[in-house]
């Protein structure tokens, strides 16, 4: 098969791969489930996919669609070939104002259909938690609904017409038909005439038809996904007394991609919703309160109805970025209802919410309804979406795991069915976790088990049986909106019983034959409790570090706790710094989904006695520029930069380092030598001969300019600063001011800057200037001599820092080590802890001097400025850009603006490199390039990362600031 696979490969219209990476980045999706697939493609266009349906076929594999694999129940893995249509069949193809409809590809994203949408005043409803990167292909093939299904339906009511190719490669329009195109249709001397043939034969007898009235869900579950939607195609002029046409788009959605592989999509759009809202948000003591409420709520006209209980709340508690989010919540609630509504008119929407209010608090169920607008809504909703990914910062194997969490019953039967599931999850000494739709009947639910532990595999078959039983007793849908996958085919019979699920496999083999449509789901269904991600009873490796990650009990359990909700293939449009190479790259290899899952893959596989000794692993970090976003923005904290970093040290040892690598990763060392030659060593950096050899042996892209040192150190300036100031009266604290390598040699004037501006303010600098930060140490994974630099800081200023003399830095990168790194390099945990939690930004300390009343906007000019700002990516992970913003705020006519950058794409040395310099340049024209060039001639761009500022004068010829620079040029 290998040498047919290679031959296709060589005539294939698209990306295809064999490779061990590959298919290993693809054996998984959001699921507990992993099989190495047999390759991965990625097709341009429907040639491709023809000529992939055409493969199949002849060599008896198949084909397994995905777009943004944050499938829960396994619909994106298979052992054949994975075709991933997210990288370039992701087009808006046409847009009808007149019927309010669009079609698109399937790599489509749904937030970024919508923004492109809403200045014609319209949108796609269905909204799932994944909306910022799932497509509309996977939508439809899971028929998603999300938090507006309540208001707006399902993905089954939008879709109006499917372009799909069938199983022999017939390219095929399915849409709306009278009942007279329908019999014409069954006339076809094809494989879509057969398919006609077949429904109308089968969907004809009254038997069938009794069948399915019986043992489908009830009809006021809008939310039902087990099976083929058959129950869809019987009210209409064809198979019943309506007059309503047919469309088999209605059977197609929610299949899986196991009938049809689709290609365009048209969708019936809404009117944007009203714009003004408002949320209450009832606190509940216990669960049974909160669903009691549930019915009551939904007597109003709710936009949302979402429920979050105690589990998720309580992952938010740590979590770098949703903390922040739980300003709402009072006090520890079992559970909270987010109630949305909207209106037009700011007098309809208070009473709106004032008449549920009154409902609420007469039905006495919950404790607290405070009432959030504007903003705080949408970080409500986030905290809420947050949900999948925040189950992941469970610390251990025990996870919440999705194998029942997609139940949904009637509303009037959701309290009785929560309370027999609570007995259930009681009976088996099992906790669970509740959130999600509650107005819809749906909460996804979710045992605790370790699913690398025999008895937990066990429980999780013996759970998922019974719950199953107890959804069909309430007759509900078990698969309400993520689909049966792999985690729920197996239970379809008893959900509809033999002789529909028969009738599902005579369907599925009219529309494919040979069963090269993702096999394995709803009909011959694999087993559930088989091809997991993890082996059950494996004794799992021990893998020693230098650093310390005992906050995850070790590195393999971070890697771990990448659940594959794939928050990292956000685009640049979704705002974020999360993940730069992939905004650039558009590769899934270049996520931080990808590192963690090939990080496990290799430390648990990887046969060498170091196992970090593998190529897999040296290529999919090759672009992690170590930004530090997913330690912030990934739900489950993923930190790759540390792990990149531990990872560089490990396979060094084995493999050595390049002699670019060692002249970066000890670039202090070299440029503290040279700075007392400053003025030569600038007149080398800056002729064209002497610079072009040296970017060659150092592997510097030509295109770069190299950073000069300062003629004069601040070590060297701060002593005539030091006699200058003397005798002067400092009102206001002392400080320890940390001068960085990178300020004291490279941006002394910076460095002078801060000083200056300190001082001028009234506070008493203690300098310390010969310490190294170790960043470019950490970078280039030289990890021995990072840690005796940060195990030297940390003994020299222990007896220095307090919360009355903290330690402020200028670069961001160098200063917030100490928040960071240090805590699993040093050897003194107990000092690094006490230094780090008094270490801050320069814009931290002034802006927290700022609302202590110490600096007003008395000390700075009154002159006009515009401000445009970056900031460093690792002050967006690892505290925020309010600050910067309030301190260059505070003169009294400066206007200050955010630029929604993300990554600036040179992160230190990366942007260097001659094998980077491309991916670096085009992270920086995503976004960053372009605001500063929009920007007027006047405007100062201000940005703190020495890298950022090079990164910026490279990209766009401007020279950009430091915020030290523009306050101290601002004091009066």
């Given at each position: 098969?290998?040498?047919?696979?290679?031959?296709?490969?060589?005539?294939?219209?698209?990306?295809?791969?064999?490779?061990?990476?590959?298919?290993?980045?693809?054996?998984?999706?959001?699921?507990?489930?992993?099989?190495?697939?047999?390759?991965?493609?990625?097709?341009?266009?429907?040639?491709?996919?023809?000529?992939?349906?055409?493969?199949?076929?002849?060599?008896?594999?198949?084909?397994?669609?995905?777009?943004?694999?944050?499938?829960?129940?396994?619909?994106?893995?298979?052992?054949?070939?994975?075709?991933?249509?997210?990288?370039?069949?992701?087009?808006?193809?046409?847009?009808?104002?007149?019927?309010?409809?669009?079609?698109?590809?399937?790599?489509?994203?749904?937030?970024?259909?919508?923004?492109?949408?809403?200045?014609?005043?319209?949108?796609?409803?269905?909204?799932?938690?994944?909306?910022?990167?799932?497509?509309?292909?996977?939508?439809?093939?899971?028929?998603?609904?999300?938090?507006?299904?309540?208001?707006?339906?399902?993905?089954?009511?939008?879709?109006?017409?499917?372009?799909?190719?069938?199983?022999?490669?017939?390219?095929?329009?399915?849409?709306?038909?009278?009942?007279?195109?329908?019999?014409?249709?069954?006339?076809?001397?094809?494989?879509?005439?057969?398919?006609?043939?077949?429904?109308?034969?089968?969907?004809?007898s009254e038997t069938i038809q009794q069948?399915?009235?019986?043992?489908?869900?009830?009809?006021?579950?809008?939310?039902?996904?087990?099976?083929?939607?058959?129950?869809?195609?019987?009210?209409?002029?064809?198979?019943?007394?309506?007059?309503?046409?047919?469309?088999?788009?209605?059977?197609?959605?929610?299949?899986?991609?196991?009938?049809?592989?689709?290609?365009?999509?048209?969708?019936?759009?809404?009117?944007?919703?009203?714009?003004?809202?408002?949320?209450?948000?009832?606190?509940?003591?216990?669960?049974?309160?909160?669903?009691?409420?549930?019915?009551?709520?939904?007597?109003?006209?709710?936009?949302?109805?979402?429920?979050?209980?105690?589990?998720?709340?309580?992952?938010?508690?740590?979590?770098?970025?949703?903390?922040?989010?739980?300003?709402?919540?009072?006090?520890?609630?079992?559970?909270?209802?987010?109630?949305e509504l909207k209106s037009d008119s700011?007098?309809?929407?208070?009473?709106?919410?004032?008449?549920?209010?009154?409902?609420?608090?007469?039905?006495?169920?919950?404790?607290?309804?405070?009432?959030?607008?504007?903003?705080?809504?949408?970080?409500?909703?986030?905290?809420?979406?947050?949900?999948?990914?925040?189950?992941?910062?469970?610390?251990?194997?025990?996870?919440?795991?999705?194998?029942?969490?997609?139940?949904?019953?009637?509303?009037?039967?959701?309290?009785?069915?929560?309370?027999?599931?609570?007995?259930?999850?009681?009976?088996?000494?099992?906790?669970?976790?509740?959130?999600?739709?509650?107005?819809?009947?749906?909460?996804?639910?979710?045992?605790?088990?370790?699913?690398?532990?025999?008895?937990?595999?066990?429980?999780?078959?013996?759970?998922?049986?019974?719950?199953?039983?107890?959804?069909?007793?309430?007759?509900?849908?078990?698969?309400?909106?993520?689909?049966?996958?792999?985690?729920?085919?197996?239970?379809?019979p008893i959900m509809v019983g033999n002789?529909?699920?028969?009738?599902?496999?005579?369907?599925?083999?009219?529309?494919?034959?040979?069963?090269?449509?993702?096999?394995?789901?709803?009909?011959?269904?694999?087993?559930?409790?088989?091809?997991?991600?993890?082996?059950?009873?494996?004794?799992?490796?021990?893998?020693?570090?230098?650093?310390?990650?005992?906050?995850?009990?070790?590195?393999?359990?971070?890697?771990?706790?990448?659940?594959?909700?794939?928050?990292?293939?956000?685009?640049?449009?979704?705002?974020?710094?999360?993940?730069?190479?992939?905004?650039?790259?558009?590769?899934?290899?270049?996520?931080?989904?990808?590192?963690?899952?090939?990080?496990?893959?290799?430390?648990?596989?990887?046969?060498?006695?170091?196992?970090?000794?593998?190529?897999?692993?040296?290529?999919?970090?090759?672009?992690?520029?170590?930004?530090?976003?997913?330690?912030?923005?990934?739900?489950?904290?993923?930190?790759?930069?540390?792990?990149?970093?531990?990872?560089?040290?490990?396979?060094?040892?084995?493999?050595?380092?390049?002699?670019?690598?060692?002249?970066?990763?000890?670039?202090?060392?070299?440029?503290?030598?040279?700075?007392?030659?400053?003025?030569?060593?600038?007149?080398?950096?800056?002729?064209?001969?002497?610079?072009?050899?040296?970017?060659?042996?150092?592997?510097?892209?030509?295109?770069?300019?190299?950073?000069?040192?300062?003629?004069?150190?601040?070590?060297?300036?701060?002593?005539?600063?030091?006699?200058?100031?003397?005798?002067?009266?400092?009102?206001?604290?002392?400080?320890?001011?940390?001068?960085?390598?990178?300020?004291?040699?490279?941006?002394?004037?910076?460095?002078?800057?801060?000083?200056?501006?300190?001082?001028?303010?009234?506070?008493?600098?203690?300098?310390?200037?010969?310490?190294?930060?170790?960043?470019?140490?950490?970078?280039?994974?030289?990890?021995?001599?990072?840690?005796?630099?940060?195990?030297?800081?940390?003994?020299?200023?222990?007896?220095?820092?307090?919360?009355?003399?903290?330690?402020?830095?200028?670069?961001?990168?160098?200063?917030?080590?100490?928040?960071?790194?240090?805590?699993?390099?040093?050897?003194?945990?107990?000092?690094?802890?006490?230094?780090?939690?008094?270490?801050?930004?320069?814009?931290?300390?002034?802006?927290?001097?700022?609302?202590?009343?110490?600096?007003?906007?008395?000390?700075?000019?009154?002159?006009?400025?515009?401000?445009?700002?970056?900031?460093?990516?690792?002050?967006?992970?690892?505290?925020?850009?309010?600050?910067?913003?309030?301190?260059?705020?505070?003169?009294?006519?400066?206007?200050?603006?955010?630029?929604?950058?993300?990554?600036?794409?040179?992160?230190?040395?990366?942007?260097?490199?001659?094998?980077?310099?491309?991916?670096?340049?085009?992270?920086?024209?995503?976004?960053?390039?372009?605001?500063?060039?929009?920007?007027?001639?006047?405007?100062?761009?201000?940005?703190?990362?020495?890298?950022?500022?090079?990164?910026?004068?490279?990209?766009?010829?401007?020279?950009?600031?430091?915020?030290?620079?523009?306050?101290?040029?601002?004091?009066?």
């Amino acid at each position: 098969m290998k040498e047919k696979l290679l031959q296709f490969k060589e005539i294939f219209d698209g990306d295809f791969h064999i490779d061990k990476l590959h298919k290993t980045l693809y054996a998984t999706d959001a699921s507990v489930y992993r099989k190495i697939p047999l390759a991965v493609a990625y097709p341009l266009s429907e040639i491709g996919i023809k000529q992939l349906i055409k493969f199949a076929s002849e060599h008896g594999t198949s084909l397994v669609p995905r777009t943004a694999g944050t499938s829960l129940a396994g619909q994106c893995v298979g052992a054949g070939i994975i075709v991933d249509v997210s990288k370039y069949l992701n087009k808006i193809l046409s847009l009808d104002l007149n019927n309010r409809t669009v079609t698109v590809q399937p790599g489509v994203i749904r937030d970024e259909l919508n923004a492109y949408l809403e200045p014609h005043g319209l949108f796609f409803g269905p909204n799932t938690s994944t909306s910022n990167r799932c497509m509309i292909g996977g939508m439809v093939g899971n028929n998603s609904s999300g938090t507006t299904s309540i208001q707006y339906g399902v993905t089954r009511d939008k879709v109006l017409k499917l372009k799909t190719l069938l199983s022999d490669g017939e390219e095929v329009i399915f849409d709306s038909l009278s009942e007279e195109d329908f019999k014409n249709k069954m006339k076809l001397n094809s494989l879509e005439g057969k398919i006609y043939k077949t429904l109308f034969a089968e969907l004809s007898s009254e038997t069938i038809q009794q069948a399915i009235e019986d043992e489908f869900p009830k009809p006021e579950i809008h939310r039902r996904n087990t099976g083929y939607a058959v129950d869809s195609l019987l009210d209409n002029s064809v198979f019943g007394t309506s007059e309503a046409s047919i469309n088999v788009c209605s059977l197609l959605c929610g299949s899986e991609g196991t009938l049809a592989f689709s290609t365009e999509i048209t969708l019936q759009l809404d009117l944007l919703p009203p714009p003004l809202t408002a949320m209450v948000v009832a606190h509940y003591n216990t669960l049974e309160s909160c669903l009691n409420d549930v019915s009551i709520a939904m007597q109003h006209n709710l936009h949302t109805c979402e429920m979050i209980d105690d589990v998720i709340l309580d992952c938010t508690k740590k979590n770098k970025k949703y903390e922040s989010y739980r300003f709402f919540v009072e006090g520890s609630p079992k559970a909270l209802l987010l109630l949305e509504l909207k209106s037009d008119s700011a007098e309809d929407l208070q009473q709106q919410t004032t008449d549920l209010l009154k409902s609420l608090q007469k039905s006495g169920h919950s404790y607290s309804l405070p009432v959030l607008k504007d903003a705080e809504i949408d970080m409500a909703m986030e905290l809420r979406k947050a949900g999948l990914g925040l189950l992941g910062n469970m610390i251990g194997d025990k996870k919440a795991v999705a194998c029942i969490e997609d139940t949904a019953v009637a509303l009037s039967d959701l309290p009785n069915y929560i309370g027999e599931f609570t007995k259930l999850m009681s009976d088996y000494n099992q906790s669970a976790v509740y959130y999600a739709h509650a107005g819809a009947g749906e909460l996804h639910l979710r045992p605790i088990l370790n699913l690398k532990d025999n008895a937990g595999v066990e429980y999780f078959r013996k759970i998922t049986t019974d719950v199953a039983h107890l959804v069909k007793k309430y007759r509900g849908s078990f698969s309400g909106e993520h689909g049966d996958g792999i985690v729920r085919s197996e239970f379809i019979p008893i959900m509809v019983g033999n002789s529909l699920y028969e009738l599902f496999g005579r369907i599925k083999n009219a529309f494919d034959p040979l069963q090269i449509f993702n096999p394995g789901k709803i009909i011959n269904a694999n087993k559930m409790d088989e091809s997991l991600r993890y082996e059950a009873g494996r004794e799992e490796p021990e893998i020693e570090t230098l650093m310390n990650f005992s906050d995850s009990e070790g590195i393999l359990r971070l890697a771990e706790s990448c659940n594959g909700s794939g928050d990292c293939r956000k685009t640049e449009k979704a705002g974020g710094a999360m993940c730069p190479s992939y905004h650039a790259t558009r590769n899934e290899k270049d996520t931080t989904r990808a590192r963690a899952n090939i990080l496990r893959e290799i430390l648990t596989t990887n046969d060498s006695v170091n196992k970090f000794n593998s190529k897999e692993l040296k290529e999919v970090f090759d672009l992690c520029i170590s930004c530090k976003a997913c330690a912030s923005e990934c739900p489950s904290n993923v930190d790759m930069a540390t792990a990149k970093a531990e990872f560089l040290y490990q396979y060094n040892k084995v493999n050595g380092v390049s002699f670019s690598d060692k002249l970066f990763g000890k670039s202090s060392q070299y440029t503290k030598k040279s700075a007392r030659f400053a003025r030569i060593s600038n007149a080398l950096f800056s002729n064209k001969i002497s610079s072009r050899f040296i970017k060659n042996i150092a592997g510097v892209a030509s295109e770069r300019t190299l950073p000069h040192n300062s003629i004069k150190t601040f070590s060297k300036l701060l002593q005539n600063k030091q006699n200058e100031v003397v005798n002067s009266d400092f009102k206001l604290k002392k400080v320890l001011l940390f001068v960085d390598e990178f300020s004291n040699y490279l941006d002394a004037d910076i460095a002078s800057d801060a000083y200056d501006l300190l001082t001028g303010l009234g506070y008493q600098i203690v300098v310390i200037d010969h310490l190294d930060s170790a960043r470019a140490l950490i970078s280039k994974g030289f990890l021995e001599e990072a840690k005796k630099h940060a195990n030297d800081n940390i003994e020299y200023l222990k007896q220095l820092v307090s919360k009355e003399v903290p330690l402020i830095g200028i670069e961001p990168s160098a200063i917030l080590s100490f928040r960071d790194e240090y805590l699993r390099l040093a050897d003194d945990i107990a000092s690094a802890k006490e230094i780090a939690s008094n270490t801050m930004l320069v814009e931290e300390f002034l802006a927290s001097e700022v609302v202590n009343g110490n600096i007003t906007a008395s000390s700075f000019t009154s002159e006009e400025k515009k401000i445009k700002i970056h900031v460093h990516c690792h002050q967006k992970s690892l505290s925020n850009q309010k600050v910067t913003f309030d301190i260059l705020n505070l003169p009294k006519n400066y206007k200050p603006t955010i630029i929604p950058s993300g990554c600036c794409g040179m992160a230190g040395s990366f942007g260097y490199e001659k094998k980077h310099y491309k991916v670096s340049m085009q992270i920086g024209e995503l976004r960053l390039f372009p605001a500063v060039r929009k920007a007027e001639s006047e405007t100062i761009i201000a940005a703190n990362g020495t890298s950022c500022r090079h990164q910026i004068m490279d990209g766009t010829g401007t020279k950009a600031q430091h915020p030290v620079t523009i306050l101290k040029n601002a004091l009066i």
